[in-house]
């Protein structure tokens, strides 16, 4: 049935192809993106980030950090000991120390993430 025998007064209307974003980029959109970008092959680009994780994964296993600058930090960071609570029965529990990864956001990650809108300029109004 074609758009303009829905009924008298509606006519064809052309749509406009959308491109739908990605809202949730996952490795293989990435591998994808990043191979797209630099026309390199995928298995390149796979093989590059593959790399780089395991780089940034043993430097910080070593209590080390991996700074990038601009895009940010990342790092092992100490969690001292604490009390906790089991949901289920309400009772005090040990939560023991622990070495977690952390990243730290750099300067132009938080610039490009936080966009303010422009602000409009004040026009002054002519006194008469």
């Known amino acids: 049935m074609k758009l303009s025998n829905i009924n008298r007064y509606s006519r064809p209307v052309k749509l406009k192809v959308l491109t739908i974003k990605i ?7 990435l591998i994808a993106a990043i191979a797209a970008e630099t026309e390199k092959p995928k298995k390149c680009v796979e093989a590059i980030l593959k790399s780089f994780t395991d780089n940034v994964v043993a430097e910080v296993a070593k209590k080390g950090k991996v700074q990038l600058i601009g895009f940010g930090t990342f ?54």
């Open 23 to 29: 809202l949730h980029r996952g490795k293989p959109e």
């Open 75 to 128: 790092e092992a960071r100490e969690r001292a000991a604490r009390t906790g609570k089991n949901p289920q029965t309400g009772k005090d529990i040990k939560i023991a120390a622990a070495t977690v990864p952390a990243f730290k956001a750099g300067k132009l990650f938080k610039d490009a993430v936080n966009v303010k809108p422009a602000k409009k300029k004040a026009t002054k109004k002519a006194k008469k």
